[in-house]
């Protein structure tokens, strides 16, 4: 720990002897300070935690970073998601819609066919069917108005149609 000069001639004044001294001092002053820094293990100690903070503080603004990253990836992949559901969804409605008025436009053909059969059953049998006389009724009725009749078979039609898509869809899923 001492220090010794190199030059082998003494001070040649005491103003020189006084600035070695000085600077000796000076010296031992450092040399104290660092033997009082490394014997202080409280204060190593509270360094230590606070350099051990700052490391935690970091990951944390990292993690959070990354979580946050995450976050938006799994949104992303979710709404891209949700807008294939809704295409697929779109598509098969649409498919459905045509097979419905599919059915309902050949419903209404075949109700015409049968329509224009019935009445010339009914006058080649003299207007006399020989039906039960609810279905009398309703047959007449039919005649007389065959707008609803045609928008009830429809209906129906769409009903038994709908019924045949939900089967199918309850069946793949």
Do not use: Y
Request: aromatic share 0%.
């Amino acid at each position: 720990m001492t220090h010794r000069k190199s030059h082998g001639t003494g001070a040649k004044g005491p103003d020189e002897l006084r600035q070695q001294i000085e600077q000796t001092r000076g010296q031992l002053g450092d040399t104290v300070a660092e033997l009082v820094g490394r014997a202080d293990v409280k204060g190593r100690a509270r360094a230590r935690a606070a350099d051990l903070r700052d490391k935690a503080g970091a990951m944390t603004v990292q993690l959070r970073v990354g979580a946050a990253q995450a976050g938006h990836g799994v949104q992303d992949r979710a709404v891209k998601a949700g807008h294939l559901v809704q295409e697929r969804a779109a598509r098969a409605g649409h498919t459905a819609q045509e097979r419905v008025t599919r059915t309902g436009h050949l419903v209404q053909e075949r109700t015409g066919h049968g329509r224009h059969a019935l009445r010339d059953r009914a006058a080649h049998a003299g207007h006399e069917l020989r039906m039960p006389r609810p279905v009398r009724s309703l047959v007449n009725a039919a005649l007389r108005h065959p707008r609803p009749a045609l928008v009830l078979g429809a209906a129906g039609a769409v009903v038994v149609g709908a019924a045949v898509v939900w089967r199918r869809i309850d069946r793949v899923q």
